[in-house]
């Protein structure tokens, strides 16, 4: 059974940095695409970040330049560094990995960027 577990969401004031980890088990994730997604109130889930299983890394236009995502195959984990948070990345972040031929999404983790 594929689980992935997030942790690292907190409140931060705008300007602040956090760093957000996931950690995946029930499959071989080293071959997998893997990401965050993120929905804030009353919108719909986008994608913040991914990487795939070679490294190669995709960004939202709002996360370019201030997030950077990066995974440990060893480990099975993917992290999100979110630096320069504004008061628009409050949101519940999800890990998402594409293992077995289907999305896979982590439970969230709830980030508020607030002064």
């Known amino acids: 059974q594929v689980q992935l577990v997030e942790s690292g969401g907190a409140l931060v004031q705008p300007g602040g940095s956090l760093r957000l980890s996931c950690v995946a088990s029930?499959?071989?994730?080293?071959?997998?695409?893997m990401g965050w997604f993120r929905q804030a109130p009353g919108k719909q889930r986008e994608l913040v970040a991914s990487?795939?299983?070679?490294?190669?890394?995709n960004y939202a236009d709002s996360a370019k330049g201030r997030f950077t995502i990066s995974r440990d195959n060893a480990k099975n984990t993917v992290d999100l560094q979110m630096n320069s948070l504004k008061p628009e990345d409050t949101a519940v972040y999800y890990c998402?990995?594409?293992?077995?031929?289907?999305?896979?999404w982590g439970s969230g983790t709830q980030v508020t960027v607030s002064s």
């Open positions: 029930g499959s071989d994730f080293s071959m997998a695409n």
């Open positions: 998402w990995a594409y293992v077995l031929r289907r999305n896979h």
């Open positions: 990487i795939a299983s070679g490294g190669d890394t």
